[in-house]
Nanobody, 114 residues
């Protein structure tokens, strides 16, 4: 199983980035796909999830700014991040979940400057 995340980088506050996570080795459409993040000195937290049934859920801190989407034909999940804030600075991790199975990507760093 591989989850390859990309799209991180340095952006000014108010800017946008789009993260991508390409999955292989799993039946992608069966999995809930999520994005988590971990800021320095903090615990990893859920940012957004897109279930296999088509529903989405977001952390309160990103509602209205971030959008998660998935393309089952491409085995890829995306996170569109708009109006970025310095507090969004973190390593962002892609996650695939099916019942008790969890797989993690390697993380991609997002840095938002003020």
């Amino acid at each position: 199983v591989q989850l390859q995340a990309s799209g991180g980088g340095l952006v000014q506050a108010g800017g946008s980035l789009r993260l991508s996570c390409a999955a292989s080795g799993i039946s992608f459409s069966l999995y809930a796909m999520g994005w988590y993040r971990q800021a320095p000195g903090k615990q990893r937290e859920l940012v957004a999830v897109f279930t296999s049934g088509g529903s989405t859920n977001y952390a309160d801190s990103v509602k209205g700014r971030f959008t998660i989407s998935r393309d089952n034909a491409k085995n890829t999940v995306y996170l569109q991040m708009n109006n970025l804030k310095p507090e969004d600075t973190a390593v962002y991790y892609c996650n695939a979940q099916f019942h008790s199975l969890h797989y993690w990507g390697q993380g991609t760093l997002v840095t938002v400057s003020s």
